[in-house]
């Protein structure tokens, strides 16, 4: 995109918006703006839907510094309560 030398400032401010507003879809990577996208980072309701599935089905994680305790573990390290119930 060329941009003549004797443009206004404001005109080539609005050139680099339009650029920037521009982004691909994270998952058909098609050309989506992020500006009054109602789906936004997503292109639509579709791809915004196949993302919601794949970290439901835990195809996508959060790395964690140590693994979560299992219940087992949780269960052995409970300590009994002054009235005698086990509280966690």
Not at 5 to 23: E, P
Not at 32 to 42: A, L
Not at 48 to 73: H, M, Q, R, T
């Amino acid at each position: 995109m060329a941009v003549r030398a004797d443009c206004h400032a404001n005109t080539i401010h609005d050139i680099r918006l339009t650029i920037y507003a521009l982004m691909k879809c994270p998952t058909c990577h098609r050309p989506t703006t992020y500006q009054d996208n109602p789906f936004r980072p997503f292109c639509s309701e579709r791809c915004k839907l196949i993302d919601f599935g794949a970290w439901a089905n835990e195809e996508y994680a959060v790395p964690a510094d140590e693994p979560a305790p299992s219940l087992e573990e949780a269960d052995k390290n409970t300590e009994p309560a002054d009235d005698g119930e086990q509280r966690p």
